[in-house]
């Protein structure tokens, strides 16, 4: 967006996943440990058989904000929350998600469009400090962190943190449109996104939902890696939630 894509700055990636019941996590590529004092809100999303899908950001004691294409049809996702640090006494796993909303526009001949955010909503309220939702558009910043989640990349037991900058978008929407079904190129093309890069550093293949932080205030949604056969050559994408009417719909929507 106008406001995200001319403001150039550094990215911190984190990534947490399952492999086995519930402990084991994966690594970003180019990532380091994150500190066990911060990150509390991260929240992991799996299928109820146990196998990982997204992840998500606490917005408040029962809302989960993620990327729409995280839900599937028909199914049910779990919500784990608290899962860094590792033996959280605060978390709350395997809780089961059943009101789920996602983000719509209409376009002129009354067509709805879904756009890839989500909100959840806990059967439980949370006794973890959520993360904040007063992101300021025209402020100039330096630093951003990304949560995320991570499917297919090396093992590890603790949630990963990495450096990236923040990017124009056109050479995302260049991979987008040569690697991905071209129904997806046309849907993402009218959503708010915003972009991230840097050498060495890359989130996996079936990462989605984290969130961009900057100053421990939520920014954006992780959505899409942008080149999908070579790691750390395109910039990924997250939805811009400080995006007018994002980030009205979300407040809405959660009452926060």
Partial sequence: TQHMSSLFGELYLS????????????????????????????????????????????????????AAHCWKPGGSLLADVGVHPLNNPKAKPGQIITEHFIYKEKDSKGKDWQHDLMLLKLPEPSNITPIKLDCDPSKVFEVKTLF????????????????????????FNVCLKNNYDPK???????????????????????????GVVFKKQIYGVLVLIGDVKNPCMAPFAFMDICNEKYLKWIKETANI
């Fill in 184 to 210: 997806w190129s046309l849907e993402y093309s009218i959503q708010a996104l915003i972009c991230g890069k840097h050498s060495g550093v890359d989130i996996c293949k079936g990462d989605s939902g984290g």
């Fill in 15 to 66: 990534g947490v996943t399952v492999s086995t019941a519930m402990d084991l996590q994966k690594r970003i590529i180019g990532g380091q440990n994150c500190r066990s004092d911060e990150r509390h809100y991260h929240v992991r999303l799996s299928e109820t058989s146990g196998k990982f899908l997204c992840g998500g950001s606490l917005i408040s004691d029962q809302w989960i904000l993620t």
């Fill in 148 to 171: 995320l989640f991570s499917s297919d990349c090396e093992f590890t037991n603790d949630l990963q943190c990495a450096e990236a900058t923040l990017v124009q978008c056109d050479e």
